[in-house]
């Protein structure tokens, strides 16, 4: 079976074959690619399989997983097709490699926040966690998509408070948001714009392999 997207692969050096890998599956931001994101999960790859996944739109000097008609509104149809073919490669990985099921994360940062919290609503308990760096949820997703239960779900959203991209109140929404289905939240805010800053870094990936004992 081949894949339904292009992706790099991080995984422990040492694999046991009688053993189940967490898997995290990271989305990069528009006009960036599956390479960019990788520094930032550098040294996970000893407790998950990591897949960093390529958009599959050209978006230079990058690639895309949608195209945007408006201020903080996605084409529809694009980013369906986005949020499909994710769902399609995270259903091939599982399939393919050795995957705990029970511990899937995701982990998106702007236009992949966007989709990495898409996921997880669609998805609901079937992910374990889901870290959301700079990033909202489509109106038409709450809306109009089908929202899976998320009460098993663990999420921590960051938002830097100077952010000239996707303002800052819009991260204080996805907390409020993922309250109210009764998600474990954990919101983070940095004096920073529109970026990862290390203690940005530092904090998701603390959280990360905290839940990942739970």
């Known amino acids: 079976m081949s894949a339904p997207m292009i992706y790099e692969?991080?995984?422990?050096?040492?694999?046991?074959?009688?053993?189940?890998?967490?898997?995290?599956?990271?989305?990069?931001?528009?006009?960036?690619?599956?390479?960019?994101?990788?520094?930032?999960?550098?040294?996970?790859?000893?407790?998950?399989?990591?897949?960093?996944?390529?958009?599959?739109?050209?978006?230079?000097p990058g690639y895309a997983f949608f195209t945007i008609e408006g201020y903080g509104k996605p084409h529809r149809e694009v980013f369906d097709e986005g949020v499909n073919r994710l769902t399609s490669f995270i259903d091939y990985a599982c399939e393919q490699?050795?995957?705990?099921?029970?511990?899937?994360?995701?982990l998106g940062f702007s236009q992949g926040a966007i989709l990495a919290m898409t996921l997880g609503l669609t998805l609901g308990n079937k992910i374990k966690g889901i870290v959301a760096l700079s990033g909202y949820i489509p109106a038409f997703v709450k809306e109009e998509y089908e929202i899976k239960p998320v009460n098993e779900v663990s999420v921590f959203v960051s938002h830097g408070e100077m952010d000239q991209?996707?303002?800052?109140?819009?991260?204080?929404?996805n907390d409020e948001y993922f309250h109210q289905l009764g998600a474990n939240v954990t919101f983070k805010t940095y004096h920073e714009g529109h970026s990862v800053s290390l203690s940005n870094l530092q904090d998701f990936t603390n959280w990360l392999l905290q839940d990942l004992q739970k």
């Open 9 to 60: 692969l991080r995984r422990p050096r040492e694999i046991n074959p009688d053993k189940k890998y967490p898997a995290l599956f990271i989305m990069h931001g528009i006009g960036s690619n599956e390479q960019n994101m990788l520094s930032l999960v550098n040294g996970l790859e000893d407790q998950f399989y990591i897949f960093s996944i390529r958009g599959h739109l050209a978006q230079p």
């Open 165 to 173: 991209v996707l303002p800052f109140e819009w991260g204080v929404a």
């Open 97 to 106: 490699y050795p995957l705990d099921t029970s511990h899937l994360y995701l």
